[in-house]
């Protein structure tokens, strides 16, 4: 294979690496991006969306979201734990992309909220269809074919294995190998990192988070986020800043139960823990990273949803009580068959007992423990949650069997974090000094959330990750220049 010359590499074809590319062409650079999958858009493949915030949708919606209101969100949720200048640049530019986006024939269905509790920031990118996953999968096409427009050459199948540098410490080249393990060198003035974090890469997880994926943690996997350009950019001299996973709990650890199934047990109902005691407010069950936080304090980090026949029932007849925009659907009127099928396969994590006292030995509870909580919720639900102030709508009783249960575990996107940006999105030493010609963008760079991923403005991840990119690329394509 012989080596290549350009002005910048990006290193991944997610939404943060072609957003990086497109940008950088646009302000004139000559870039390769390097993507070690058959297909560019990475993970974002399977989201909806970005967030924006003062777009014309929100205006047209009179949604009342400002940078101002949704930056002191932020500042505040995180106790200031993170780069104010990087949050403020990112949201500021946040509508501006959306349009950025819009010119290049992405669409969106609007701004929309992820739950109650949370605000309209999402912005669902239209497919023709009805709402729901995979539509990013658009946006990633048209960001391909704006990049290959302008020129830029896009070589699937291709992994990053390191940075290289001249002897003043500028990034002067990176190494990388194609699908038949034939290493060629790529000369260039700059690089940005794009890798999107190690997901799919146990062994890292347990070392750099010090939790073991399969038992403490469900986090997403997708095939090649082993933390490649994490690696590369320590290497470099990058400060090594800490990994966290972005969390998301959800019922099933894993287990593939049908949509009907996940739907019923994930409503606010009663929610306990491996004493068979309450532990949260379950409205507060839809902002997942909350309910993750909550599973994570918890013994054997795991949480127990439990429903009667009646209300069952009920939501069959009438439908479920909360939906978002993943789970749209308020009718679940397959329960039943499915909940019999994934018992009938020998799930570890779903299960249906004539009593309490029967579900409790089943998962392990102390059934005197278990139906005393449930015998004070029931009392709950005839006047006010005396324990932790539930709204009344969503306090039903526990009567009458069957009862069904599902187990929450901490689940997640995957990983966030480990590379020291600063609001340029250029990777810095432990001395905060920027690293001449490297840049970081997306899940790699993604300092920002500190311990709890800010749900309360969704599409936050895949809107990090675009920003992050077109910043990169402007600042890398003025680099160059200069």
């Given at each position: 294979m012989e080596n290549l010359k350009t002005q910048l590499v990006v290193i991944a074809g997610g939404p943060s690496g072609m957003s990086a590319a497109v940008q950088a062409a646009m302000d004139g650079a000559e870039v390769i991006v390097i993507e070690k999958a058959a297909i560019t858009g990475g993970a974002a493949n399977m989201g909806m969306g970005p967030?924006?915030?003062?777009?014309?949708?929100?205006?047209?919606?009179?949604?009342?979201?400002?940078?101002?209101?949704?930056?002191?969100?932020f500042m505040d949720y995180t106790h200031y734990n993170v780069d104010a200048r990087l949050v403020k640049r990112y949201f500021e530019q946040s509508a501006e992309t959306i349009e950025w986006l819009e010119d290049m024939g992405v669409e969106f269905e609007g701004a929309f909220k992820y739950f109650p509790q949370s605000e309209a920031t999402w912005h669902i990118v239209k497919t023709g269809n009805k709402i729901g996953p995979r539509a990013a999968g658009h946006m990633n096409k048209a960001l391909l074919n704006k990049a290959q427009e302008l020129g830029v050459k896009v070589l699937l199948e291709t992994a990053g294995k390191k940075i290289l540098k001249d002897e003043e410490g500028k990034v002067c080249g990176v190494v990388a190998v194609n699908k038949d393990g034939e290493e060629f060198t790529i000369e260039c003035k700059a690089a940005v990192i794009a890798t999107g974090g190690a997901g799919c890469n146990p062994e890292f997880i347990k070392e750099e988070i010090g939790v073991e994926y399969g038992k403490d943690v469900f986090n997403f996997a997708i095939p090649g986020l082993v933390g490649d350009g994490l690696k590369m950019a320590w290497e470099a001299g990058a400060d090594h800043l800490p990994v966290r996973i972005e969390s998301a709990c959800d019922v099933g650890g894993g287990e593939e139960a049908g949509a009907c199934v996940k739907n019923v047990l994930r409503q606010p109902n009663l929610l306990v823990n491996a004493f068979g005691k309450r532990v949260m407010n379950e409205e507060f069950m839809q902002n997942t990273t909350y309910l993750s936080n909550v599973a994570n304090h918890q013994k054997d980090k795991k949480?127990?949803?439990?429903?009667?026949?009646?209300?069952?029932?009920?939501?069959?007849?009438?439908?479920?009580?909360?939906?978002?925009?993943?789970?749209?659907?308020?009718?679940?009127?397959?329960?039943?068959?499915?909940?019999?099928?994934?018992?009938?396969?020998?799930?570890?994590?779903?299960?249906?007992?004539?009593?309490?006292?029967?579900?409790?030995?089943?998962?392990?509870?102390?059934?005197?423990?278990?139906?005393?909580?449930?015998?004070?919720?029931?009392?709950?639900?005839?006047g006010r949650d005396e324990e932790f102030f539930k709204n009344y709508r969503y306090l039903r009783k526990l009567k009458k069997g069957p009862f069904y249960c599902g187990t929450f575990h901490p689940g997640g996107y995957g990983t966030v974090g480990g590379i020291r940006i600063n609001e340029n999105c250029e990777v810095c030493d432990k001395d905060f000094m920027p690293i001449p010609g490297l840049y970081a963008a997306g899940a790699d760079s993604c300092n920002i959330y500190d311990d709890s991923y800010m749900f309360l403005l969704p599409g936050n991840s895949m809107g990090y990750a675009v920003n992050t990119g077109r910043i990169a690329g402007m600042e890398a394509a003025e680099y160059i220049e200069d």
């Open positions: 967030l924006g915030i003062g777009t014309k949708y929100q205006q047209e919606q009179m949604i009342d979201v400002t940078v101002e209101k949704a930056f002191n969100m949480l127990f949803s439990i429903v009667d026949s009646t209300i069952v029932k009920s939501y069959v007849k009438n439908g479920v009580d909360v939906t978002s925009l993943v789970t749209p659907d308020p009718d679940v009127s397959a329960f039943y068959d499915e909940m019999d099928e994934i018992i009938n396969k020998g799930s570890k994590n779903f299960f249906k007992a004539d009593t309490i006292e029967e579900l409790a030995e089943m998962i392990g509870v102390d059934p005197e423990v278990l139906e005393e909580t449930v015998d004070d919720y029931n009392d709950y639900c005839e």
